[in-house]
Every structure is written in structure tokens, then in C-alpha cells.
């Protein structure tokens, strides 16, 4: 069980570049979602899915683009990075079933848009 | 639309003293709240966290956390500080039943003075 899984770790861009960020979970849990942390902001939600097929807006979703076409996958994707998009990035895959709410957090990516 | 806000960005408590983060909430329909600690250059670890039932929430680490809905706060206490506490600690809403992600707050870090 090897819970949430990101890949890269880090990552440096060119601006106006594009690349995908990896997300996968093997808990066949329902939601998850993609976070954004820079410093002083805490994280911010950018996009969230509540099942396979099912993608919408967070907070911060200007630039990124998003897909469910599993369960166990949701990839970030970045069309043309700017370095406004440097920043720590964090998928997290949740479970819910009444008062049970269990989510989990992956190990990050740090990615540098130059 | 919920929010969160961690007041103090920096807080600075002596070893051995009780540490107090607080966080108040704004959020439309019942919250699940919860705490997260961030250790330098680490991901984010679950401290504790509400969902219904008893107010009082016992986390790990010797944290513990009160749901006060007449004053929508989700204050992080401990009972005596230790110098391996020092971290970046996150207060977070689920407003939507778990399923449209987390709302953070922006942060507090916490200093454990010898």
C-alpha cells in the first residue's frame, strides 16, 4: 500500500515550457485534489475531484489543467509555465463515509519556473 | 465559501510552557476541521482532527484541539512545549463533507526557545 504517490520530486521549468504533474493513489479512495504552498500563503486549493470523470475549480486554478480518467490518477498539468508557478505542489486523495474522514497527503513537488 | 485564520504568524514559547496556536473558521454548513504539522523541507503530517462527536480532539505528539462552535475556533494547545515542536503548523476547513478539498490557514510558526 503505497498510499499517495507524486512524481517528480523536483522540477525546473523554462518559462513558457509545459509539463505534467503525476499524482496516484492505490487506496480507491473517491476525492482528491491538487494544493499549491508558497511561503506565507499556507496551501491553497487549485483543483479537486470527487470521482473519476468529475474535475472542478479550487482556489487558485488559473494555469493548470486537470483530468480523472481513473481513480487512481489525477495529473496536473501546467501548459505554459510562468514563474509566478514556482511553488511547492501537494496531491491528497480523501475518503468520507459518515463520520469517517481519513485523507492522505503526498510528499510534494518542488518545482522552479525560470 | 469557508476560511481560516491562524492568528500570529510567529509564535515563540520557552521549553517546557504550553503552546497555544489558535484558529478560527468561517464556514456555511458543519466543518470538519483539522491541524497539520510541517517539519523543514517535509510533507504535511495529520496532528489531529474533527469531525462530529466530542468537541475535545486528542492528536498526536501530546496535541490536543477544542471545537467551540459559539466561537468558531479550533485552538491547538500543549501542555508543555519541547524543542522537537518547532515546526510549521497549518489549521484547515472542510466545509463540503470532505469532498471539494481543504481551505488552510496561512500558517503559524511555532519557536521553542531553550
Known amino acids: 500500500n503505497a498510499g499517495v504517490t507524486q512524481t517528480p520530486k523536483f522540477q525546473v521549468l523554462k518559462t513558457g515550457q509545459s509539463m505534467t504533474l503525476q499524482c496516484a493513489q492505490d487506496?480507491?479512495?473517491?476525492?482528491m485534489s491538487w494544493y499549491r504552498q508558497d511561503p506565507g500563503m499556507g496551501l491553497r486549493l487549485i483543483h479537486y475531484?470527487?470521482?473519476?470523470?468529475?474535475?472542478d475549480q479550487g482556489e487558485v486554478p488559473n494555469g493548470y489543467n486537470v483530468s480523472r480518467s481513473t481513480t487512481e490518477d489525477f495529473p496536473l498539468r501546467l501548459l505554459s509555465a510562468a514563474p509566478s508557478q514556482t511553488s511547492v505542489y501537494f496531491c491528497?486523495?480523501?475518503?468520507?463515509?459518515?463520520?469517517?474522514?481519513?485523507?492522505?497527503f503526498g510528499p510534494g513537488t518542488r518545482l522552479t519556473v525560470t | 465559501a469557508q476560511s481560516v485564520t491562524q492568528l500570529g504568524s510567529h509564535v515563540s514559547v520557552s521549553e517546557g510552557a504550553l503552546v497555544l496556536l489558535r484558529c478560527n473558521y468561517s464556514?456555511?454548513?458543519?466543518?470538519?476541521l483539522f491541524w497539520y504539522v510541517q517539519y523543514p523541507n517535509q510533507g504535511l503530517q495529520l496532528l489531529l482532527k474533527?469531525?462530529?462527536?466530542?468537541?475535545l480532539v486528542k492528536g498526536i505528539n501530546g496535541f490536543e484541539a477544542e471545537f467551540k462552535k459559539s466561537e468558531t475556533s479550533f485552538h491547538l494547545t500543549k501542555p508543555s512545549a519541547h524543542m522537537s515542536d518547532a515546526a510549521e503548523y497549518f489549521c484547515?476547513?472542510?466545509?463540503?463533507?470532505?469532498?471539494?478539498?481543504?481551505?488552510f490557514g496561512k500558517g503559524t510558526h511555532l519557536i521553542i526557545q531553550p
Open positions: 487506496m480507491n479512495h473517491e476525492y
Open positions: 474533527y469531525t462530529t462527536g466530542a468537541t
Open positions: 475531484s470527487v470521482g473519476a470523470g468529475i474535475t
Open positions: 484547515a476547513v472542510s466545509g463540503g463533507g470532505g469532498a471539494d478539498g481543504l481551505t
Open positions: 464556514s456555511s454548513v458543519p466543518p470538519y
Open positions: 491528497a486523495s480523501s475518503y468520507v463515509s459518515g463520520q469517517l474522514y481519513e485523507q492522505y
